[in-house]
């Protein structure tokens, strides 16, 4: 691995089906999966042993030491995507060949959230929640909460990192929703919505996009009006429902 990539054995393509809806998305190569909050030193998506993770003060890099590692989590650096008709592969053996590996350890499904309320007494909170899928059905739901400012104190740069037990996709998007929810208080707040994917989101959400950040987060959709991204993720679970997905 070089700076946040994996690079597979051969090129390959994920293939997503849900409903009548088949999506064909190429990658070669796995990149880090960091929380789409710009402006700052990369905070990787991971799952702590304990189940949660706290930083108080800078970060020394956005490297990560070797033995943590092993917690961190990558998504494919998707090419493109397009719709397809190819039909299920062949069932993927127990510790088989280099696509089986990657396929049961890869996530292939990505949705991530961001919530910035306005600045309060010099301080940035923000925060963000990214929901992972497996081809075996499995999610997980990883949320960061960060402070960033002036405090009281001195300088202010705090995180928090929690991440959810493995759930069903339907399972998995209820939490996204609360998680992503913000307090009554910044109920005006801005939020986004990141799909990877990004091809996905746009069929299914079926409204106009921007670029967004670096991969995986390359297609962005922001919200303005308290509910919408509510509605939006509930547009996603909605579809996605039986989502089954696979490398070829």
Excluded at 95 to 104: E, F, I, M, V
């Amino acid at each position: 691995m070089q700076n946040g990539f994996i690079r597979t054995p051969t090129p390959m393509k994920a293939v997503l089906r849900a409903g009548q809806e088949v999506l064909v998305a190429r990658f070669q190569e796995l990149v880090r999966c960091d929380f789409p909050l710009p402006g700052r030193e990369p905070i990787a998506v991971e799952i702590p042993p304990e189940g949660r993770r706290s930083s108080f003060g800078r970060l020394a890099r956005a490297d990560h030491p070797p033995r943590e590692l092993i917690t961190v989590m990558h998504l494919p650096r998707y090419l493109d995507g397009h719709s397809g008709t190819e039909r299920p592969g062949r069932k993927a053996a127990p510790n088989g060949d280099d696509r089986s590996r990657l396929q049961a350890a890869t996530p292939l499904l990505g949705v991530a959230t961001r919530t910035e309320p306005a600045l309060e007494d010099g301080v940035r909170t923000r925060s963000a929640s990214v929901l992972l899928a497996w081809a075996s059905g499995t999610s997980v739901v990883v949320t960061l909460d960060l402070a960033e400012g002036a405090g009281p104190d001195g300088p202010l740069d705090e995180w928090h990192l929690r991440s959810s037990q493995g759930l069903s996709l339907a399972r998995g998007f209820e939490v996204l929703q609360r998680e992503s929810q913000p307090a009554p208080r910044n109920s005006a707040a801005r939020q986004w919505l990141y799909v990877a994917p990004g091809p996905l989101g746009c069929g299914f959400l079926g409204e106009a996009w921007t670029n967004g950040l670096a991969s995986p987060w390359t297609h962005e959709w922001r919200f303005e009006r308290a509910g919408d991204l509510s509605e939006r993720l509930e547009r996603l679970a909605d579809r996605l429902t039986g989502l089954t997905a696979e490398i070829q």
